[in-house]
């Protein structure tokens, strides 16, 4: 539950700097955050990444 504050957070304060700076490449990077995430979670599994990657793809 903390890293979905962590995530509301990152992207209320890129949101505040692009609407303040008029920056709006900074929006890009709770995206990027959250697919680091993602791909973090995945390598801690302890099955081989390959395997773990094709066993999600195949869920239904």
Same mark, same amino acid.
């Given at each position: 539950? @903390?890293? *979905?504050? &962590? %995530? =509301?957070?990152?992207?209320? =304060?890129? =949101? *505040?700097? +692009?609407? #303040? #700076?008029? #920056?709006?490449? &900074?929006? +890009?990077?709770?995206? @990027?955050?959250?697919? =680091?995430?993602? &791909?973090?979670?995945?390598? *801690? &599994?302890? +099955?081989? %990444?390959?395997?773990? @990657?094709?066993?999600? %793809?195949?869920?239904?």
């Amino acid at each position: 539950m @903390v890293i *979905l504050y &962590v %995530f =509301l957070v990152l992207s209320g =304060l890129c =949101l *505040l700097v +692009a609407l #303040r #700076r008029k #920056r709006f490449g &900074v929006l +890009a990077v709770p995206f @990027v955050a959250i697919a =680091l995430y993602i &791909v973090a979670e995945i390598i *801690l &599994v302890p +099955a081989p %990444f390959i395997d773990t @990657v094709k066993f999600i %793809f195949s869920l239904q």
